[in-house]
T-cell receptor, first 112, second 116 residues
Framework: GDSVTQMEGPVTLSEEAFLTINCTYT??????LFWYVQYPGEGLQLLLK?????DKGSNKGFEATYRKETTSFHLEKGSVQVSDSAVYFC???????????FGTGTRLTIIP | GAVVSQHPSWVICKSGTSVKIECRSL??????MFWYRQFPKQSLMLMAT?????????EQGVEKDKFLINHASLTLSTLTVTSAHPEDSSFYIC????????????FGDGTRLSIL
């Protein structure tokens, strides 16, 4: 079935460090891919998305490229800030059953 | 745009009571809404898909008589946890999909339910 495998956390980085959170997905069909962010005590916010191979989603300095050859959608940011501390979820959308499947989430903590 | 409001944000109640959680799409119509449950430090688990004007579709293992879903209008879905017990304590999150769009889903801020 559909699944998303996400880098286990927690991840702790210093401010201005480079961030990568790995995400791979099952290759069934032609899914759309998403990164969501969850701040403490809140729901999920859409961070970025990509709907087809080689698409790059970007927002707030974060980027992720839809790589069909490696079935990956890794999240990157060149210089993280304390305010980026949150839990990040990778997700894939299956057009067949119209369901969104989430990875387990990666908790990111940025220290000043 | 695409704001989803969830209410209440936090509720504490005694075991045996029923709790209703509302999910509203504030600036768009949503034929379909989704209810998720999130356990501490875990991912979101889809509980059910709520369709306006028809019965909800529950995921395997989710008790439909325990978690009643009503989607009476294009902007409101409710989840009622009936006869809640401590094991029902969790973070419940709804999402809504704009009518005519297959994705993305727009999420509410969640409801933290604590059953004493």
């Amino acid at each position: 079935g559909d699944s998303v495998t996400q880098m286990e956390g927690p991840v702790t980085l210093s401010e201005e460090a480079f961030l990568t959170i790995n995400c791979t997905y099952t290759a069934t069909g032609y899914p759309s891919l998403f990164w969501y962010v969850q701040y403490p005590g809140e729901g999920l916010q859409l961070l970025l998305k990509a709907t087809k191979a080689d698409d790059k989603g970007s927002n707030k300095g974060f980027e992720a490229t839809y790589r069909k050859e490696t079935t990956s959608f890794h999240l990157e940011k060149g210089s993280v800030q304390v305010s980026d501390s949150a839990v990040y979820f990778c997700a894939r959308f299956n057009f067949g059953n119209e369901k969104l499947t989430f990875g387990t989430g990666t908790r990111l903590t940025i220290i000043p | 745009g695409a704001v989803v409001s969830q209410h209440p944000s936090w509720v504490i109640c005694k075991s045996g009571t029923s709790v209703k959680i509302e999910c509203r799409s504030l600036d768009f119509q949503a034929t379909t809404m989704f209810w998720y449950r999130q356990f501490p430090k875990q991912s979101l688990m889809l509980m059910a898909t709520s369709n306006e004007g028809s019965k909800a579709t529950y995921e395997q293992g989710v008790e439909k008589d325990k978690f009643l879903i009503n989607h009476a209008s294009l902007t409101l879905s409710t989840l009622t946890v009936t006869s809640a017990h401590p094991e029902d304590s969790s973070f419940y999150i709804c999402s809504a999909r704009r009518t005519g769009d297959s994705q993305p889903q727009h999420f509410g801020d969640g409801t933290r339910l604590s059953i004493l």
